[in-house]
């Protein structure tokens, strides 16, 4: 029996998902590696006279998951680890004829090229030299301006929606457009009702000039050069914004780069859980736009928005220090009446032309008459406010008339 297609292939033999899936479980850890390469850790062993060790033993572990890289000293003594997932790690050096150098706290953060040097000291090498503090790593290869939001800014800062890729103006110099050019163009890309995608000026860069990384793979929608959606807050490890001077590795765009990592496994489990309330009932009534003082603009009842935005994370290991998981999920329910917006609506004398009650109200921020006046005739007053009903639009006022409520 033939299988035109491969997932026909698979429904009919079973075994043949059987394998695919355990491929999957093989190479989505090597995969997984890949993706969140965002950071680098290299530097210099040397001997106390300044010398340098060739040949060396370094390894770095990344502590949440054991997960290690090895590699030996140089020539010139140096060794590198590039690609490495953000995290804390510890970093082991031996040398015959030198005590082991062992040394934790060294955090690596998105986008990250640190610089650590070691001067062992002579000795055994079952002796061994432990640093525990978190020395101060130093960069030394990019000179790009970068501001890191971690992620207890993220969680526990105020964010209206709770859209990641609004706190980017937390870095002092990144500006939303989204108000200056009309939208983005991506309203249905979007995760759960946030999550969406918005414009962004990076150090007065262009709208839509961001370059968006997610766990090292590119996040940016080809059409209007945005951000795709991003994960909920509460899955977002941190991310680094990185303006003026951008390595050549970030030619994509001109304005910035946006390094986002999210949470992953590891080999102890934790999780989180997470409910945001927003209620209209709550909130005062707020004054009309543009005369804060004018108590006709004022809204009649309080805004009835309620939304709720809820849900958790969890992670932890399958096969400690080889497989791990993490997952999460939000919801966000949201009603409201009306919608969004307050709305006008034309009372049954201004659909007769007659706006005379305006004369009378005025507005005591500028303590003058609100007049109407003919732009056909020289911007000369309409007598009372009344405008001729000659000259409203018939079909809008019947449109208005017939369909939208009565209003005092």
Do not use: W
Not at 167 to 182: I, V
Not at 277 to 303: A, E, M, Y
Request: some cysteine; glycine content about 12%; aromatic content about 6%.
């Amino acid at each position: 029996m033939s299988c035109s297609t491969i997932l026909a292939c698979l429904r009919r033999k079973p075994a043949l998902l059987l394998l695919a899936l355990a491929a999957i479980l093989f190479i989505s850890p090597a995969v997984k590696a890949q993706q969140v390469a965002v950071a680098q850790l290299d530097g210099y062993v040397t001997d106390p006279s300044g010398q340098a060790i060739v040949g060396a033993q370094v390894r770095a572990t990344e502590l949440s998951r054991s997960q290690v890289r090895e590699g030996n000293t140089d020539s010139l003594g140096h060794y590198q680890f590039p690609g490495l997932p953000a995290g804390e790690y510890q970093l082991e050096i031996r040398s015959s004829g030198f005590k082991t150098y062992v040394q934790k706290g060294i955090i690596l953060d998105a986008g990250n090229n640190r610089t650590q040097s070691v001067t062992l000291e002579v000795g055994a090498v079952t002796e061994s030299v432990q640093v525990t503090a978190n020395a101060a790593q130093v960069e030394t290869k990019e000179n790009s301006i970068a501001n890191l939001v971690d992620a207890q800014r993220i969680v526990d800062l105020p964010l209206n929606g709770r859209n990641p890729a609004d706190l980017l103006r937390l870095s002092g110099f990144a500006t939303s457009t989204m108000t200056l050019n009309g939208g983005d163009l991506t309203g249905s890309k979007n995760m759960g009702g946030s999550n969406g995608s918005g414009q962004y000026s990076v150090a007065g860069s262009s709208a839509n000039g961001v370059n968006f990384l997610l766990d090292g793979g590119d996040n940016n929608d080809a059409f209007s050069n945005v951000n795709m959606p991003i994960p909920f807050p509460d899955a977002v490890q941190e991310f680094n914004v990185q303006t003026n001077s951008l390595p050549a590795q970030y030619g994509l765009h001109p304005g910035g780069v946006v390094n986002i990592v999210t949470k992953s496994g590891g080999n102890s489990f934790h999780g989180s859980a997470f409910d945001f309330l927003r209620n209209g009932d709550l909130n005062g009534r707020p004054k009309g736009v543009g005369c804060p003082t004018c108590s006709i603009n004022s809204q009649p009842v309080r805004d009835s928005l309620k939304r709720n935005q809820f849900g958790g994370t969890g992670g932890g290991r399958i096969i400690k220090d080889k497989l791990f998981f993490f997952g999460g999920y939000q919801g966000t329910r949201q009603r409201s009446t009306p919608p969004q917006v307050t709305s006008y609506i034309p009372t049954t004398a201004s659909l007769n032309g007659d706006f005379s009650a305006l004369a009378g109200a005025g507005c005591q921020t500028s303590g003058k008459a609100l007049t109407l006046v003919d732009p056909s005739n020289g911007n000369a007053p309409f007598p009372g406010n009344q405008i001729p009903v000659a000259r409203l639009n018939p079909v809008a006022v019947k449109i208005a008339s017939t369909y939208l409520p009565l209003s005092s």
